[in-house]
């Protein structure tokens, strides 16, 4: 429908343009016929009074009653055909005037058209660039309410707009309430769980303080030779106790760093910072889990590059990944990384089974836990990671290397890059 709106707006365009170059151009023809007229009467009647001046009366007398009558300019007798004339014998001089006339009548419409098509088509780019300014405002949070210009092609799109825009800002407050929400029930369930573990925890150490303590001639007394089989089963327990300890401890930790992220009370500090120090630092952390479990770390140094970044919160990060790939069977962990005008890319690998495929989509998900995960493991780890990396304008993907093992490929960016909250 606007479509064919724009085409009768148009060629009603090109009528009325046209029209008005014709009219003039008409209008300029006859002044310039009626002077040539004139011009050549004005040659006659000289001639005629040279030749007999008393014919002067004559003339007076009938160009008198002609003017005052307008009668047409045709005579009784055709005496000008009858001596030979025709009327294109008196209007070859006039020929090139018409043309020029018509061309230049011609040359005014096109002028004119294109003044029209030109003015309509700043006014729809004016138009198009208020509204892509106005959705830039929108996506960088900035934007004011959209005010009407007046009625024109893109009065509908522009309320559109308007409304498409005030709903997404309802959802994106909706959204980040919701959050908030979510965020501070992370927290007290947290904080509800740090109370039974503590117990817990002064529990169990008051339990091996007394199995320790307890006389050789105590245990002789209980149930014979059992003595020995009960000791080792209370210790069997405890130390069952003090892992599913360890592991809430955990949990609740990365509860509460969840809950802070949400909240949005976590600060990171952007510094400068250096890819081989950082990637070094991660893997001394882990240095008494690799050393358990005889994984080996290569970390190599490929000159001085650094990312703007929070060293500590990429460390830990940087961490998570490592542990991953330690905890999925790899005993030898990999660190590359490299730099280019748009971003700084850190990839570390294992020589382990890698991923299975129907776990990829899903790895950075919060509490997922996939075929290979680790006993104890909470899949808390690498949607902290993710969330991280992000927050610091970067990206994270995870993938199988042809050679096998799983791969994490990181990319810093150099410049602010659009991701989706």
Same mark, same amino acid.
């Given at each position: 429908?606007? $479509?064919?709106?724009?085409?009768?707006?148009?060629?009603?365009?090109?009528?009325?343009?046209?029209?008005?170059?014709?009219?003039?151009?008409?209008?300029?023809?006859?002044?310039?016929?009626?002077?040539?007229?004139?011009?050549?009467?004005?040659?006659? #009647?000289?001639?005629?009074?040279?030749?007999?001046?008393?014919?002067?009366?004559?003339?007076?007398?009938?160009?008198?009653?002609?003017?005052?009558?307008?009668?047409?300019?045709?005579?009784?007798? @055709?005496?000008?055909?009858?001596?030979?004339?025709?009327?294109?014998?008196?209007?070859?001089?006039?020929?090139?005037?018409?043309?020029?006339?018509?061309?230049?009548?011609?040359?005014?419409?096109?002028?004119?058209?294109?003044?029209?098509?030109?003015?309509?088509?700043?006014?729809?780019?004016?138009?198009?660039?208020?509204?892509?300014?106005?959705?830039?405002?929108? %996506?960088?949070?900035?934007?004011? !309410?959209?005010?009407?210009?007046?009625?024109?092609?893109?009065?509908?799109?522009? @309320?559109?707009?308007?409304?498409?825009? =005030?709903?997404?800002?309802?959802?994106?407050?909706?959204?980040?309430?919701?959050?908030? $929400?979510?965020?501070?029930?992370?927290? %007290?369930?947290?904080?509800?769980?740090?109370?039974?573990?503590?117990?817990? #925890?002064?529990?169990?150490?008051?339990?091996?303080?007394?199995?320790?303590?307890? +006389?050789?001639?105590?245990?002789?007394?209980?149930?014979?030779?059992?003595?020995?089989?009960?000791?080792?089963?209370?210790?069997?327990?405890?130390?069952?106790?003090?892992?599913?300890?360890?592991?809430?401890?955990?949990?609740?930790?990365?509860?509460?760093?969840?809950?802070?992220?949400?909240?949005? =009370?976590?600060?990171?500090?952007?510094?400068?910072?250096?890819?081989?120090?950082?990637?070094?630092?991660?893997?001394?952390?882990?240095?008494?889990?690799?050393? @358990?479990?005889?994984?080996?770390?290569?970390?190599?140094?490929?000159?001085?590059?650094?990312?703007?970044?929070? +060293?500590?919160?990429? /460390?830990?990060?940087?961490?998570?990944? /490592?542990?991953?790939? /330690?905890?999925?069977?790899?005993?030898?962990?990999?660190?590359?990384?490299?730099? %280019?005008?748009?971003? =700084?890319?850190?990839?570390?690998?294992?020589?382990?089974?890698?991923?299975?495929?129907?776990?990829?989509?899903?790895?950075?998900?919060?509490?997922?836990?996939?075929?290979?995960?680790?006993?104890?493991? !909470?899949?808390?780890?690498?949607?902290?990671?993710?969330?991280?990396?992000?927050?610091?304008?970067?990206? !994270?993907?995870?993938?199988?290397?042809?050679?096998?093992?799983?791969?994490?490929?990181?990319?810093?960016?150099? %410049?602010?890059?659009?991701?989706?909250?």
């Amino acid at each position: 429908m606007n $479509g064919s709106k724009n085409r009768f707006v148009t060629i009603g365009l090109i009528l009325s343009v046209s029209l008005m170059v014709s009219a003039v151009s008409v209008i300029l023809a006859s002044c310039y016929f009626s002077r040539l007229q004139f011009g050549l009467l004005n040659v006659i #009647c000289c001639e005629w009074i040279k030749q007999e001046p008393e014919a002067e009366t004559i003339i007076t007398g009938m160009l008198k009653e002609y003017t005052q009558k307008n009668k047409k300019p045709e005579a009784d007798n @055709d005496v000008l055909s009858g001596l030979g004339y025709r009327a294109s014998d008196f209007s070859k001089s006039a020929h090139r005037p018409a043309a020029f006339f018509a061309a230049a009548g011609f040359i005014a419409g096109v002028l004119l058209f294109l003044i029209a098509i030109c003015c309509q088509n700043r006014i729809k780019a004016l138009r198009i660039r208020a509204l892509t300014d106005y959705l830039e405002q929108v %996506n960088t949070g900035h934007a004011a !309410i959209l005010s009407s210009t007046g009625e024109d092609d893109f009065s509908r799109l522009e @309320d559109e707009l308007y409304k498409t825009v =005030t709903f997404l800002y309802q959802t994106k407050d909706a959204a980040v309430q919701a959050r908030n $929400g979510f965020a501070e029930n992370l927290s %007290n369930i947290a904080h509800q769980l740090k109370t039974p573990i503590t117990a817990i #925890c002064l529990s169990v150490q008051t339990m091996k303080q007394n199995i320790a303590a307890r +006389p050789a001639g105590e245990n002789a007394c209980c149930a014979g030779g059992n003595a020995e089989s009960n000791g080792s089963v209370s210790k069997y327990h405890l130390k069952q106790v003090e892992k599913q300890l360890l592991r809430l401890t955990r949990l609740e930790e990365a509860l509460l760093t969840l809950s802070r992220i949400d909240a949005g =009370t976590i600060r990171l500090q952007k510094n400068e910072t250096d890819v081989f120090t950082l990637l070094v630092l991660a893997a001394d952390n882990l240095y008494e889990l690799f050393a @358990d479990s005889k994984t080996s770390v290569e970390i190599p140094e490929l000159g001085e590059m650094t990312i703007t970044a929070d +060293p500590e919160w990429t /460390m830990e990060a940087v961490l998570n990944l /490592m542990k991953n790939g /330690m905890e999925h069977g790899g005993r030898m962990i990999r660190c590359s990384y490299a730099q %280019n005008p748009l971003y =700084t890319e850190i990839l570390i690998w294992d020589d382990g089974d890698g991923f299975a495929k129907e776990d990829i989509p899903h790895l950075f998900e919060r509490f997922y836990r996939g075929k290979n995960a680790a006993e104890g493991g !909470i899949g808390i780890g690498l949607a902290l990671s993710k969330e991280i990396i992000e927050r610091q304008n970067g990206t !994270i993907r995870a993938k199988n290397r042809p050679e096998g093992g799983a791969l994490f490929e990181i990319r810093f960016y150099k %410049n602010s890059i659009c991701k989706s909250s």
